[in-house]
């Protein structure tokens, strides 16, 4: 179907520790967006990926694009608490329309 | 500049009332979409508009759900009879015009959504 899956759906960590987020398609992804939402806000984008193997940084934020364009990953480095939210990727649609499938999400809470 | 605007920011309906949600996205942004989150969820698409024409409504779960934008700037979203079901946080969403090519899609930027609860 048109979903991708993220794992873990939740993650506890303690103030400077790494977090990682997966999201994985069963098709092929013409291209992924992360968005992070804090509690009780919107999405707000992050990044998009399109080229196969493709790494973007910002600042401790690292994000993936697999080499088969069928997953992708998001990487923080050493957690602050401003980090906190729900992080989701998205798939664009096929056909060309530029509607997103969200993924379930990773919930992340830092321990200060 | 102003961002996405939302109205009402909360709806509190009862069961088998109709309900309209208003968007007003960025001056310029000729997309526009309606997402629809449940709590724990991530958004789940409803329809986009391309200038005043529905581009993909695929995403209504059924016809109780209708939305317009007669000028290609602001949008409506019509809920006939609602169900308790219906209730979640209805999102907007707009974006510029595609550039970049085939594979890319411009980033969209969301309003802060209207939460309705059925009753």
């Known amino acids: 179907g048109q979903q991708v899956m993220q794992i873990p759906q939740y993650q506890h960590v303690q103030e400077g520790e790494d977090f990682t987020t997966y999201c994985n398609s069963s098709t092929t992804l013409s291209n992924i967006q992360w968005y992070k939402q804090r509690p009780g806000g919107h999405p707000v984008f992050l990044i998009q990926l399109v080229k196969s193997g493709e790494v973007k940084k910002q600042k401790r934020l690292t994000f993936q694009f697999g080499e088969a364009k069928k997953n992708s990953s998001l990487h923080i480095t050493a957690t602050q608490t401003t980090d906190v939210g729900t992080y989701f990727c998205?798939?664009?649609?096929?056909?060309?329309?530029?509607?997103?499938?969200f993924g379930t999400g990773t919930r992340l809470t830092v321990i200060p | 500049g102003a961002g996405v605007s939302q109205t009402p920011s909360n709806k509190v309906t009862e069961k088998g009332k109709y309900v309209e949600l208003r968007c007003d996205p960025i001056s310029g942004h000729t997309a526009l979409y309606w997402y629809r989150q449940s709590l724990g969820q991530g958004p789940e698409f409803l329809i986009y508009?391309?200038?005043?024409?529905?581009?993909?409504d695929s995403g209504l779960p059924n016809d109780r759900f209708f939305a317009v934008r007669p000028e290609g700037s602001v949008s409506t979203l019509k809920i006939q009879r609602t169900e308790r079901g219906d209730s979640a946080v209805y999102l907007c969403a707009s974006s510029s015009p595609r550039a970049g090519g085939q594979s890319s899609y411009n980033e969209q930027f969301f309003g802060p959504g209207t939460r309705l609860t059925v009753l």
């Open positions: 998205a798939r664009g649609q096929q056909t060309g329309a530029n509607n997103l499938f």
């Open positions: 508009f391309q200038g005043t024409g529905a581009a993909d």
